[in-house]
Structure formats: structure tokens, C-alpha cells
């Protein structure tokens, strides 16, 4: 674990299957800060509707949420975790412009670097069937309205985009160096 000089926000992008969550996790570690996910916030929601945790109704759920109140649902995924504002946290799965928006204001006066997970479609379309999940499905999830702005808003906005099919070990190193350097000193 090391200490950083400032509180950092470090938000996470990447399609599905990219490998952001494996990185947000490794990298919150690391650094030593707690790590909240949209998505486990979303499959929660599901729960306690009823649903299962299909793709389809995540998608659904997390276009509701983001519809009906996007600095409602981000400030719930952010408590979630006990965030309080001013401090470090990891935070996974964000797939709209209009989150890092919330995200940045909610989370004032810390400053929210954004790192893009880019993964090569054959890589992300192993790791689907690796997980037992359809391929078939994955070009109609990628089209679905919570995954578009991953490929093109979020890229623009990202602060870092990384290779996913790098190793994590090594994609830590690189994110550590950025945090700890590049964006603790401006």
C-alpha cells in the first residue's frame, strides 16, 4: 500500500469483458483506497426488485437510473461505499458522460482522473465465452444504450486509456505512476 499526497478519484470505463473491473479492483489495492462498482450496485437494485441478473435487465435497470436521476444514482453508488466527499475511492463501470459529470461534481474538491479500458474485440469475445456467457449476445449489449458512449464520449473524456489485454500487474504499475506523479502534482 502506498500513501497518496492527495485524495484521488479514479474512475474505471471499458466495455464488456474489457478486464476494468479486474483492474479497479487490483489498483484500489494497491493504493489502499476503497473501490465501489456501478455494476455491483446495479445487479443489487435487481435483487431487491426481483429480477434476475440477466443482461438485459441490468441494462434496463442502469438506463432507468441514469434516466430518472443521474446525480441521485451516483451519489447512491457512492454512499454505497461510504464515500465521503474529499477523500479517495476507486470507482468501476462508469459508461456515461453524464456520470463523470455527477461523479466530478459529487466528489469535489477531490479530482477525478478517468482510465479507459480499450480491449480488442477476439480478446473481450474469449473472455465472454470463458465465462460461460453468450458471444452472440455481446454485439447487441455493446449497441444497448448503457454501453455506446464507452467507445466514444468516455474515450475523448478519459484521462488515461490503457490496453486490457496487457497484464494487469504491469497496467497497475502504469496507472500507479500516473496517480502518484503525473496527477498529484497538478
Not at 497497475?172 to 502534482?185: A, F
Request: glycine share 10%; with cysteine; charged share 20%.
Amino acid at each position: 500500500m502506498i500513501e497518496l499526497r492527495t485524495p484521488l478519484v479514479l474512475g474505471f470505463a471499458g466495455s464488456i469483458a474489457s478486464g476494468k473491473s479486474a483492474l479497479s479492483t487490483a489498483i484500489a489495492e494497491r493504493l489502499g483506497i476503497p473501490r465501489v462498482s456501478f455494476g455491483d450496485f446495479v445487479k443489487n437494485e435487481a435483487v431487491s426488485r426481483g429480477l434476475q441478473l440477466s443482461r438485459g435487465n441490468l441494462q434496463a435497470i442502469g438506463e432507468e437510473l441514469v434516466g430518472h436521476d443521474v446525480a441521485g444514482f451516483c451519489s447512491a453508488v457512492l454512499k454505497s461505499a461510504g464515500y465521503v466527499s474529499g477523500h479517495s475511492i476507486v470507482v468501476d463501470g462508469i459508461r456515461h458522460a453524464q456520470v463523470l459529470e455527477a461523479l466530478r461534481q459529487l466528489c469535489s474538491p477531490s479530482r477525478l482522473k478517468l482510465v479507459l479500458v480499450q480491449t480488442a474485440d477476439n480478446e473481450r469475445l474469449k473472455r465472454v465465452g470463458q465465462r460461460g456467457d453468450s458471444i452472440a449476445a455481446l454485439g447487441d449489449a455493446d449497441r444497448h444504450s448503457t454501453e455506446v458512449q464507452v467507445a466514444g464520449a468516455l474515450a475523448q473524456l478519459a484521462d488515461l486509456i490503457v490496453d486490457g489485454s496487457t497484464p494487469i500487474e504491469d497496467l497497475v504499475g502504469i496507472i500507479e505512476k500516473y496517480s502518484l506523479c503525473e496527477w498529484q502534482d497538478h
